[in-house]
């Protein structure tokens, strides 16, 4: 599969009856290191560096995950990081040519737009190591990274979105609304395979209850929906989440970062009994301001992938294969229902993991055009 600069990428676990957010996406790296060690088991020297997008540090989502994820990794190992917020995309560049200059060892960047300036800092810099998340710098068409010292950490958030999108149905079935919604930022691969899985989540809802559960906003098959065209949470966000109320959905998924804020002020102001999905991280636990309306959240685990990339480079062990999150190695998941599993539909959560497990064993297949090779 070839993948091209664009081809940006966005389980539960039941216990005692309920979902929970699985810990991590992996075991952590082995403690060898091939250099000399500094306190916390770094090799001497090391320096972590992040870069941001637009978004920022506080965008309860991706960027704040990746951070959560480096200082936690910085802290265990007694370094101080750099974490460089770009606060508009021209700024991208000139933090990663800072982050060079001030002696980084390791720097990921966060998200699909800092891939021209990781793929000129890397070429420029073969001896440091990088990460992206959300894309494979492939600029050149050729299905890998355009230079050998990137690793990609990209997710399959299909798998994890189908499980969101039959929960989205059972819930406006329950409620007698049989129409739920999604919206994106921009119509990159990472946005439009969680609206892919959403669809396809709710189009097996209906499969097995003999439901008629409709989406708006998003076709997967036609890959036409409803966009902002950034991932500021403005009025263009808004008034799109009011597009879809005014439709008459009862559950909206906002996929991309801020504009869940949008997606929120929409259902205040409409006066209806609507909730939305949240995206990235728990979004309940990130933003308890939302929580009373956020039935669920379709998580990626950001942090982990960036704190086991920091860990590994930190003992001289850093390796550019492209990690790929999923259900089965816990890099994607469902979140906790929190104060809404009481009010779930009666068995909703072992249909829940029974659809896990099924994708886990290879017998439902979540087919995304947006999903990442390797997955």
Same mark, same amino acid.
């Given at each position: 599969?070839?993948?091209?600069?664009?081809?940006?990428?966005?389980?539960?676990?039941?216990?005692?009856?309920?979902?929970?957010? $699985?810990?991590?996406?992996?075991?952590?790296?082995?403690?060898?290191?091939?250099?000399?060690?500094?306190?916390? +088991?770094?090799?001497?020297?090391?320096?972590?560096?992040?870069?941001? %997008?637009?978004?920022?540090?506080?965008?309860?989502?991706?960027?704040?995950?990746?951070? *959560?994820?480096?200082?936690?990794?910085?802290?265990?190992? +007694?370094?101080?990081? $750099?974490?460089?917020? =770009?606060?508009?995309?021209?700024?991208?560049?000139?933090?990663?040519?800072?982050?060079?200059?001030? +002696?980084?060892?390791?720097?990921?960047?966060?998200?699909?737009?800092?891939? &021209?300036?990781?793929?000129?800092? &890397?070429?420029?810099?073969?001896?440091?190591?990088?990460?992206?998340?959300?894309?494979?710098?492939?600029?050149? !068409?050729?299905?890998?990274?355009?230079?050998? *010292?990137?690793?990609?950490?990209?997710?399959?958030?299909?798998?994890?979105?189908?499980?969101?999108?039959?929960?989205?149905?059972?819930?406006?079935?329950?409620?007698?609304?049989?129409?739920?919604?999604? !919206?994106?930022?921009?119509?990159?691969?990472?946005? #439009?395979?969680?609206?892919?899985?959403?669809? $396809?989540?709710?189009?097996?809802?209906?499969?097995?209850?003999?439901?008629?559960?409709?989406?708006?906003?998003?076709?997967?098959?036609?890959?036409?929906?409803? !966009?902002?065209?950034?991932?500021?949470?403005?009025?263009?966000?808004?008034?799109?989440?009011?597009?879809?109320?005014?439709?008459?959905?009862?559950?909206?998924?906002? /996929? +991309?970062?801020?504009?869940?804020?949008?997606?929120?002020? &929409?259902?205040?102001?409409?006066?209806?009994?609507?909730?939305?999905?949240?995206?990235?991280? %728990? $979004?309940? /636990?990130?933003?308890?301001?939302?929580? %009373?309306?956020?039935?669920?959240?379709?998580?990626?685990?950001?942090?982990?992938?960036?704190?086991?990339?920091?860990?590994?480079? =930190?003992?001289?062990?850093?390796?550019?294969?492209?990690? /790929?999150?999923?259900?089965?190695?816990?890099? /994607?998941?469902?979140?906790? !229902?929190?104060?809404?599993?009481?009010?779930?539909? #009666?068995?909703?959560? %072992?249909?829940?993991?029974?659809?896990?497990?099924?994708?886990?064993?290879?017998?439902?297949?979540?087919?995304?055009?947006?999903?990442?090779?390797?997955?």
């Amino acid at each position: 599969m070839t993948i091209s600069t664009t081809k940006k990428l966005a389980g539960i676990t039941a216990a005692a009856g309920l979902i929970i957010a $699985l810990a991590g996406c992996g075991s952590a790296p082995d403690s060898d290191s091939t250099g000399s060690a500094a306190a916390g +088991g770094a090799v001497d020297g090391f320096l972590p560096c992040l870069v941001s %997008d637009a978004g920022g540090w506080n965008d309860k989502s991706f960027n704040e995950s990746a951070k *959560n994820g480096m200082d936690k990794a910085a802290k265990e190992l +007694g370094v101080t990081p $750099l974490e460089f917020e =770009s606060k508009n995309d021209n700024d991208y560049a000139p933090n990663m040519q800072q982050a060079i200059a001030e +002696g980084c060892s390791l720097v990921v960047a966060v998200g699909f737009k800092l891939a &021209a300036a990781t793929i000129e800092s &890397a070429n420029a810099n073969p001896d440091l190591s990088f990460a992206i998340i959300d894309d494979y710098a492939d600029a050149d !068409f050729d299905g890998k990274p355009d230079a050998p *010292n990137i690793k990609p950490l990209v997710f399959n958030t299909a798998e994890a979105a189908y499980l969101g999108g039959y929960a989205a149905a059972a819930w406006s079935a329950q409620a007698g609304v049989n129409k739920v919604g999604t !919206f994106g930022g921009m119509q990159i691969p990472s946005v #439009a395979v969680f609206m892919d899985g959403y669809e $396809l989540g709710v189009k097996k809802y209906n499969e097995d209850k003999g439901a008629n559960v409709q989406v708006a906003g998003w076709d997967s098959t036609t890959q036409e929906g409803l !966009f902002t065209g950034g991932f500021e949470a403005n009025d263009t966000a808004k008034q799109t989440a009011q597009n879809l109320l005014d439709q008459g959905v009862d559950v909206i998924l906002p /996929v +991309g970062g801020p504009i869940y804020k949008s997606a929120a002020a &929409a259902i205040a102001d409409s006066g209806k009994d609507a909730v939305m999905l949240g995206v990235d991280t %728990d $979004l309940a /636990v990130a933003d308890p301001s939302v929580a %009373d309306i956020t039935l669920v959240s379709i998580m990626k685990a950001i942090d982990v992938s960036v704190y086991d990339t920091t860990i590994a480079a =930190s003992k001289g062990d850093f390796d550019p294969t492209p990690y /790929v999150g999923t259900l089965k190695n816990e890099g /994607v998941k469902l979140s906790s !229902f929190h104060d809404f599993e009481s009010k779930l539909p #009666a068995g909703l959560t %072992d249909e829940l993991k029974k659809l896990q497990d099924d994708i886990i064993a290879g017998t439902i297949t979540v087919d995304s055009k947006n999903s990442p090779a390797g997955s």
